[in-house]
């Protein structure tokens, strides 16, 4: 079994920076990870994609995070972080991290998500 935990949300006024983090972990040993992101989910709102990597490094941006958030992964760790700047209060979501494909000895899993993390921007 495989579970994505992630950290850092919380409060912070218009214009902050928060980082946050997600760890994979499991029962045996994880022999990759494919592409993991962060979405977020807004009250009322669907959620979304916020930012992307790949195994290899090469990331992907919504409109919305381009130039204010950068997603990064420490592949030894099993754990990506997303570095945001410049938060706005239409940030303000739950913030979830997911992975694709995970493959711990001899078993592969799909389309893992963490509990989420809250992020609240004040204005």
């Known amino acids: 079994q495989v579970q994505l935990v992630e950290s850092g949300g919380g409060l912070v006024q218009t214009e902050g920076s928060l980082r946050l983090s997600c760890a994979a972990s499991?029962?045996?040993?994880?022999?990759?990870?494919?592409?993991m992101g962060w979405y977020r989910q807004a009250p009322g709102k669907q959620r979304e994609l916020v930012a992307s990597?790949?195994?290899?490094?090469?990331?992907n941006y919504a409109d919305s995070a381009k130039g204010r958030f950068t997603i990064s992964r420490d592949n030894a760790k099993k754990t990506v972080y997303l570095q945001m700047n410049s938060l706005k209060p239409e940030d303000t979501a739950v913030y979830y991290c997911?992975?694709?494909?995970?493959?711990?000895?001899?078993?592969?899993?799909?389309?893992?998500w963490g509990q989420g993390t809250l992020v609240t921007v004040s204005s």
């Open positions: 990597i790949t195994s290899g490094g090469v990331t």
């Open positions: 499991a029962s045996g040993r994880i022999l990759s990870i494919n592409a």
């Open positions: 997911n992975a694709n494909r995970v493959v711990v000895v001899g078993i592969q899993y799909l389309d893992l």
